[in-house]
């Protein structure tokens, strides 16, 4: 398996335009968790996925945030409008949830986005 | 809610000195606990982990047991080396992941 994909590695974009960072997590995976790095607040927990249903997304910092995940195989995460202060690295990762126990969570490389 | 308090850094060691993080944790039921590593630019990667009471992580020559009573996973390697030079973070996973804030240590030649 190739690993949690994410794309693009990296974004710039102007203040108020939309952006859309992409997620596949590894085949077999039912849990997908987005992450937002940042040297001020260090790892922030956006939103946890279980099944393609949203479980706990009191992370998620504003309306601003919007997060879907249509199938198994891709999550999106959605910015807009955009603004300075959401320059971060966003991380995605996935791991399996299951009766006999979880395994850890493998992460994607993550996409540096730059707000300007 | 369960959460993770790792000791801040930085860190700073010479080659071959003994490196221990501590990490303790809050957590209702018995999660399983992690530590993962990350270098410059890179995402996050599982370093090693503990499923159960008293177990021992062990990986890369870092070690980590499972202490219910002491409610600890700290990190320990005995001669560290420049290249693990990176941050590392503890994690607690009942059903969704959580991370310490995560030390920064850098070992000089």
């Known amino acids: 398996d190739a690993g949690v994909i994410q794309s693009p590695r990296h974004e710039v974009t102007e203040m108020g335009q939309e952006v859309t960072l992409r997620c596949k997590p590894i085949?077999?995976?039912?849990?997908l968790f987005w992450y937002r790095q940042t040297m001020m607040r260090g790892l922030e927990l956006l939103i946890y996925?279980?099944?393609?249903?949203?479980?706990?997304d009191s992370g998620m910092p504003e309306d601003r945030f919007s997060a879907k995940m249509p199938n198994a195989s891709f999550s999106t995460l959605k910015i807009q409008p955009s603004e300075p202060r959401d320059s971060a690295v966003y991380f995605c990762?996935?791991?399996?949830?299951?009766?006999?126990?979880?395994?850890?969570?493998?992460f994607g490389q993550g996409t540096r986005l730059t707000v300007v | 809610g369960n959460s993770v308090t790792q000791m801040e850094g930085p860190v700073t060691l010479s080659e071959e000195a003994f490196l221990t993080i501590n990490c303790t944790y809050t957590?209702?039921?018995?999660?399983?606990l992690f530590w993962y590593v990350q270098y410059p630019g890179e995402g996050l990667q599982l370093l090693l982990k503990?499923?159960?009471?008293?177990d021992k992580g062990s990986n890369k020559g870092f070690e980590a047991t499972y202490r219910k009573e002491t409610t600890s996973f700290h990190l320990e390697k005995g001669s560290v080396q420049v290249s693990d030079s990176a941050v590392y973070f503890c994690?607690?996973?009942?059903?969704?992941?959580?991370f310490g804030a995560g030390t920064t240590v850098t070992v000089r030649a």
């Open positions: 990762a996935s791991s399996y949830q299951g009766n006999l126990g979880n395994t850890e969570a493998f």
């Open positions: 085949s077999g995976h039912n849990s």
């Open positions: 996925f279980n099944n393609n249903v949203p479980i706990d």
């Open positions: 957590a209702t039921g018995y999660p399983s």
């Open positions: 503990a499923t159960k009471a008293d």
């Open positions: 994690a607690l996973r009942d059903y969704k992941l959580s």
